[in-house]
């Protein structure tokens, strides 16, 4: 699933813009190279707990290629993950820094980085095959669902 996903171009707006960041990029990370495509989820495929959020952001996920790791957003959760045991470290920074989620998966019904942080409905509903195929392989273990939207 996650190699399919990695490869979607099904939203030409999302396609675009995520791919316009990651060429442009912003100052802070000029010298690294953007993830630029969609993010999968991130965690164990038997979590007990979903953590779902909107979308990656343009400059945390849409770089790094993790749901919510180098932005602020990832800060705090990852923070609070590791202060209850459900995560290895405090701190979530790149693909590669050895961060493991324990019982946690976190996830997002739009998995490209929309422009203003705003997908459009037809996007969102685009995705959401993503989201039902996650949660159908989490259906034997996962006991909690936790939204972290705001729309």
């Not at 400059?59 to 790791?69: I, Q």
């Not at 203003?116 to 993503?130: G, L, M, Q, S």
Request: hydrophobic content about 40%.
């Amino acid at each position: 699933m996650d190699t399919a996903l990695t490869e979607c171009r099904a939203c030409p707006r999302l396609v675009a813009w995520r791919e316009q960041v990651a060429r442009e990029k912003r100052a802070a990370f000029r010298d690294e190279t953007y993830w630029g495509r969609p993010v999968t989820g991130f965690g164990p495929a038997d979590a007990a707990m979903l953590l779902v959020g909107l979308a990656p952001a343009a400059h945390g996920g849409n770089r790094t290629g993790r749901m919510f790791t180098g932005d602020r957003s990832g800060d705090v959760l990852f923070a609070s993950l590791y202060a209850i045991g459900a995560a290895t470290q405090p701190t979530a920074t790149r693909r590669d820094d050895g961060l493991r989620l324990l019982g946690t998966r976190v996830t997002a019904p739009v998995h490209c980085a929309p422009p203003d942080n705003k997908p459009t409905i037809d996007e969102r509903d685009r995705c959401r095959h993503w989201l039902i195929n996650e949660l159908e392989l989490l259906a034997p273990t996962v006991r909690s669902v936790l939204s972290l939207i705001h729309i």
